[in-house]
């Protein structure tokens, strides 16, 4: 901060030139170009291509691309199946990321209090189901939930874990799975960056460990919180992988289960342009979402 | 050893041991169970991936039968002229050579935007940040109409391209360059007549050594995990990344119920480089982990 502050102070007295413009034009021209290409230009056709619709002339002509306006969204608004599948992950989003933070804060706190030994080892082996990915963590739990192949087939033949009103939870567990050790990490790290004075101060005054838990760490540890949230309802909304494979397993997950495979079915039709307006309501969505969720915590920090 | 950690903690008041003994076991059993919940999976992979096909079904699933571990792979890998093997190596050098020139041009950026000062960097840094809010998955589709303009879907550099840029690279990259790299350096670097681009490459990058392996680590991962884009990208299976490759086998399982063990020890043997480079590069990436969260 005080470098900064210093750097500012000094760079004001020649603030009309920019010094070194070769070098910063080297050093963020090759990022600059590739976000071009490969975001915004992505985001622009997408909206470009959700304007148009397909016209005909009579039942035999040639299909011709032609500017259709908001026809599209009009269409996606109407698409019973798109907002079903909305609702669905934002109802797989209500349950399963809560639950899935508040494990991670209480293990993170758990490491982080003088109540558990052998930390290193419970942070590996809380950590490693991040590194399988998404489609391998479904595919290997499609077997454990399987009624005959699984290792549990005493619970999995009793219990269906793959039936229409079970599925949604059973691929919430798996998404909680790979990805409760890595958020608890990122709660861990802001942890471990606390001042170890304020602790101390606490516990001379008979604070136990869950009160320094509850009234100090939790709340300084708020944003690194509010940015696992973040990542994990934007994560929700895009579910794709896990019910992609889960399909293999059984046919309770529809071809339009979730808005990303809604879009994927729509594409391949192919309806490019209502799959490209479901893609940019959805990204839209998202960013509200997120947005909206990090003004909400913003404000209750202040007030 | 109970006795130094009690003192360590400093328990002030009388009649704390005994409510630190039942919070100390309550603590282990939630850390005992947890551990449990995640590795039991991965350990049933395993067994399952030394098993040969008729005992997988017949065997109790959590402990070893015949050790037929070898034999399963080099089946595997003879299956299909190979295919899996090929799998594998797209991943590598998909993920492998990806992050690491998307770290380097996150890192370029990130740092000229927490180093210099010239007009439109607020700008630029807004935008990168909105780019962290726009999810990867919401570009696959139109990403996929784009390259078939210049009829370049169902290649290498479909997949390849669009997964070099990282925005949260380049704020985590800002963040660590403004923390860890002092003015007075590259004033003193200036003054030995060091060129911008060499001092960057000569001595910043080594004191951003901790996000950038961060950097690489999480893109590494975010492009081995990636499933959308190729999915939606390639035909051709000889360029299918290992994700996809197993999940189109997992898709034939009801068709060719042999390929159900190729699955099965296919997702073992891929979920371990990621392991491993975890677990080596441990010490650099959990310093550079808290870092995005301190801001």
Known sequence: MTAESVAVARAKPRRSTVKHKGSIAFFIVPFAALFAAFYLLPIGWAIYQSLLVVERDGTFGKPVEVFGGLTQYLLVFQNQEFWASVGRVLLFGAVQVPVMLGAALVLALLLDSPLVKGKKFFRLAFFVPYAVPGVIAAIMWGYLYSPNLSPFSALTSEFDFLSPTTVLWSIANVVTWVYVGYNMLIIYSALLALPQEIFEAARLDGANQWQIAWSIKIPLVAPAITLTAIFSIIGTLQLLAEPQVFRSFTSSVSSTFTPNLAVYATSAVPNVSLAAAMSVVLALATFALSFAFLKFTQRKADS | ?295
């Open chain 2, 1 to 295: 050893m109970t006795q130094a950690v009690t003192t360590k903690a400093g328990a002030p008041k009388q009649g704390a041991p005994k409510e630190k003994l039942a919070s100390r076991t309550a603590a282990m059993i939630v850390m005992g169970v947890s551990t449990l919940y995640f590795l039991v999976p991965i350990w049933w992979l395993f067994i399952s991936s030394t098993k040969s096909r008729e005992q997988f079904g017949s065997t109790g699933a959590l402990w070893f039968a015949d050790f037929n571990l070898f034999k399963n792979i080099a089946d595997l890998v003879a299956y299909n002229d190979g295919v899996y093997l090929k799998w594998m190596l797209n991943s590598i050098l998909y993920a492998g050579s990806g992050a690491l020139l998307g770290t380097l041009f996150a890192a370029m950026c990130g740092y000229a935007l927490a180093k210099y000062r010239f007009p439109g960097r607020e700008l630029i840094f807004n935008v990168v940040l909105g780019g962290v809010l726009v999810p990867a998955t919401a570009l696959a589709l139109p990403l996929f109409l784009i390259f078939s303009q210049f009829n370049a879907t169902n290649t290498f550099w479909s997949v390849f391209l669009p997964s070099i840029v990282s925005p949260f690279g380049v704020y985590l990259a800002r963040i660590f360059a403004s923390a860890s790299v002092p003015d007075e350096l590259l004033e003193a670097a200036r003054l030995d007549g060091a060129s911008e681009v060499r001092t960057f490459f000569a001595v910043s990058r080594r004191l951003m050594t901790p996000a950038l392996v961060t950097i690489f680590l999480f893109q590494f991962v975010a492009i081995w995990n990636n499933f959308f884009l190729p999915l939606i990208m390639l035909r051709d299976q000889a360029l299918f990344p290992v994700t996809l490759g197993l999940y189109q086998w997992n898709s034939q399982v009801n068709q060719i119920p042999e390929i159900r063990t190729f699955v099965i020890i296919g997702a073992f043997l891929s979920i371990i480089p990621l392991i491993i480079a975890f677990l080596s590069l441990q010490r650099f990436w959990r310093g550079g982990l808290g870092a995005g969260s301190v801001k």
